[in-house]
């Protein structure tokens, strides 16, 4: 499998690098037991020590790791350079609590001492997606290291500068060699690296296909895995809520990232008395979307990853035109050099349509008509994914009733769906499952042992399980 920067805005092959080789992984995956040997019986405060010297390389650089990100998957240059320092954001939130989130809880019992502690699990292999090629490397990487374990990365191949870059940005911030590693391999390789017995747990995201599967090959080797998957995420709209704020972040929450986000908007369901009002500052809004080279400071939209990604997107609107959706503007790819595909709206969709069921990664809105508030509920609902979801009302018992009844692992009220550092970070259904960042996320991958010291003097004969 070819491992190539390809820059998708011209479409031109920059860089080629050879797979790792069996014997290569099988030193990384030596030198990452050695690193773990040492780097678990670390204290908290020398971890902290190199994440904060990451977290200063990611802010000095931040505008030479965005331009790689651009080069390699054509993320507009301003979100790139924001991506880099949204990654030191999670280093530093780390630093100031890992101590805290894993600090030994004392539990109250008769006849000694009891308490709950949390000790590092060992070497954990995590495979990413190329979307947002450095944020979701370093919100795995950030609580994994300061939790004591340390990191193994098999990145998606079209960014494979960027992996050996983060691998650059750990080594220079002083962790031990073996610490955090890249592999250069293809996702062939990763099935016999869960089972191999120095690899200790396994987090992915990426598709459904790539969850199911590499879930499998954890649970037959008995392993911890998180797998964060797709998303069809809804953006309610309600007559209460503020129509040009909910508008307007429309916009941003179904192009951000050229449309490739797991927790983009992507199932706009605005209720029948705002609809026609809704759809038409909507359409007007993404027709002006400026796209273009994504190095230019002014685009708003660059190209799509890669060939295949844009031409999978054509054919799901294609599809779901000959089922009787309606293209209000867009619905092609864009004749120019690169991977473009023109922002879109698509309405009056029905139910057995790609853009009714699927997730759509690019920049195609999907527009539907709730009835009230149940309806709208229900058409959110409507889904095999449950990633995350916006909602937007003034009115206190809607909101109630969305937070009650939405399926998804996020929830925003009058806001755009994010990921913070502060905020558990997991989907539902076939989202997937686990969490990651907060409190939740970096006790994914540790022992939580329980610990009881008796006291000698107590008769324990009537002990039982």
Not at 45 to 56: I, L, Q, S, Y
Not at 199 to 227: H, I, P, Q
Not at 413 to 433: C, E, Q, T, W, Y
Request: glycine share 8%; with cysteine.
């Amino acid at each position: 499998m070819s491992i190539s920067t390809i820059n998708p805005a011209n479409g031109k092959t920059l860089r080629t690098f050879e797979p790792y080789s069996a014997v290569q992984v099988s030193e990384a995956l030596d030198r990452g037991v050695a690193a773990f040997r040492k780097h678990h019986r670390t204290s908290f405060a020398e971890r902290a020590t190199r994440m904060r010297k990451a977290a200063g390389i990611l802010n000095a650089e931040c505008r030479e790791l965005g331009r790689l990100m651009t080069v390699e998957m054509g993320k507009p240059i301003k979100a790139a350079t924001a991506e880099a320092e949204k990654c030191a954001t999670a280093c530093n939130y780390y630093v100031e609590n890992a101590e805290k989130f894993l600090a030994d809880q004392p539990v109250r019992m008769e006849g000694g001492e009891s308490w709950v502690t949390f000790q590092p699990v060992g070497v954990v292999l995590a495979i990413m997606p190329w979307n947002f090629p450095f944020w979701q490397v370093f919100r795995f990487a950030a609580p994994a290291l300061m939790a004591g374990n340390v990191g193994i990365l098999k990145h998606a191949s079209n960014v494979p500068q960027c992996a050996l870059a983060i691998e650059d940005i750990f080594r220079r911030a002083g962790f031990m060699e073996g610490a955090f590693q890249t592999l250069l391999i293809g996702s062939d390789k990763v099935e016999s690296i869960i089972a191999d017995p120095r690899v200790a747990a396994v987090t992915l995201t990426g598709s459904e296909g790539a969850g199911r599967s590499v879930a499998s090959a954890a649970g037959k080797n008995l392993k911890k895995s998180v797998v964060e998957l797709g998303g069809s995420d809804p953006f309610i709209v309600m007559p209460s809520a503020d129509l040009e704020s909910a508008v307007s972040t429309a916009v941003t929450a179904r192009m951000i990232n050229n449309g490739q986000s797991c927790i983009a908007a992507k199932r706009f369901i605005v209720h029948e008395k705002i609809y026609d009002q809704f759809l038409q500052k909507f359409v007007a809004r993404v027709s002006k979307v400026r796209v273009g080279d994504p190095m230019d400071e002014q685009t708003e939209l660059g190209p799509l990853a890669t060939a295949a990604i844009r031409d999978e997107l054509d054919q799901q609107v294609k599809a779901s035109v000959a089922a009787g959706a309606k293209v209000l503007t867009g619905g092609k790819k864009l004749d120019r050099e690169g991977f473009f595909y023109a922002p879109t709206v698509l309405s009056e969709i029905p139910p057995n349509a790609p853009a009714a069921r699927d997730e759509l990664f690019g920049p195609v809105a999907s527009v539907f008509k709730a009835k009230d508030l149940s309806d709208a509920i229900r058409i959110a609902n409507g889904t095999t994914f449950g990633l995350g979801a916006s909602a937007w009302t003034r009115d206190a018992a809607e909101r109630e009733q969305f937070v009650a009844e939405i399926e998804s692992g996020l929830l925003f009220i009058n806001g755009m769906v994010a990921s913070d550092a502060r905020l558990p970070f997991g989907g539902v259904k076939h989202s997937g499952f686990g969490r990651e960042l907060g409190e939740f996320g970096i006790r994914e991958f540790v022992n939580i042992k329980s610990v009881r010291v008796i006291d000698d003097k107590r008769d324990q004969t009537s002990a039982t399980e």
